[in-house]
């Protein structure tokens, strides 16, 4: 094949989802099938890194450091936050249209092993949102495996003194498993059985 194709193949082969199979098949596609579509692709990348940043509010999906819809939405309970760990996590919640509350993405997950301590999780920033007050109830929606229980343990220490509902998602997913992967069902299962944590 030529350096180009390789280029691109190894590009592609570096996204969630892409094997090598699945990289070269699209570099393939994009490359001699589909060029109008790998313009438009193009474009729509382009496009995304000029514009997409995360909400100053909650931490999801926003376009030029403005609100995201759901943080300007009047309808939704903000007296409710519910913490993720990334933007595709809310994502995956708002498609089972389980929770009509607001966000707070932190980032990730406590997990020593790859350094990253609380300092590096947008975790202080929930606190002053607790302690500026108006907040009743803090669900934690955090993976299913030790880096997200040790996540919600360190979080419930810092709440430990403010007077709100502090819960936690059932889970009706696999130990080990991400929010973001799961099927509606399983999500509106799993908000709809959250416990007191």
């Known amino acids: ?114 350094k990253i301590t609380p300092d590096k999780l947008n975790i202080n920033s929930l606190i002053n949102k607790v302690e500026n007050g108006n907040v009743a109830e803090i669900m934690l929606a955090l993976s299913n495996d030790i880096e997200g229980e040790a996540t919600c343990h360190y979080i419930q220490d810092k709440l430990a003194l403010f007077d709100i509902s502090l819960t936690r998602i059932g889970f009706g997913l696999p130990s080990g498993s991400q929010l973001a992967f799961a099927d509606s069902n399983t999500i509106k299962s799993a908000m709809n059985s959250r416990k007191n944590f």
């Not at 989802?17 to 099938?33: D, I, N, V, W």
């Open 1 to 114: 094949m030529s350096e180009s194709f390789d280029k691109l193949k190894n590009a592609l082969k570096k996204l969630p989802g892409f094997g090598l199979k699945s990289a070269e098949s699209t570099a393939l596609y994009l490359s001699l099938e589909n060029k109008d579509g790998a313009i438009e692709l193009i474009e729509a990348i382009k496009g995304a890194i000029e514009h997409i940043s995360p909400c100053p509010e909650c931490g999801g999906l926003s376009e030029d450091d403005k609100l995201c819809d759901i943080c300007v939405d009047s309808s939704r309970n903000s007296s409710a936050i519910c913490v993720v760990e990334k933007s595709s996590d809310i994502n995956a919640i708002e498609k089972s249209g389980a929770w009509r509350g607001k966000y707070h993405v932190i980032g990730g997950k406590l997990s020593p092993m790859r």
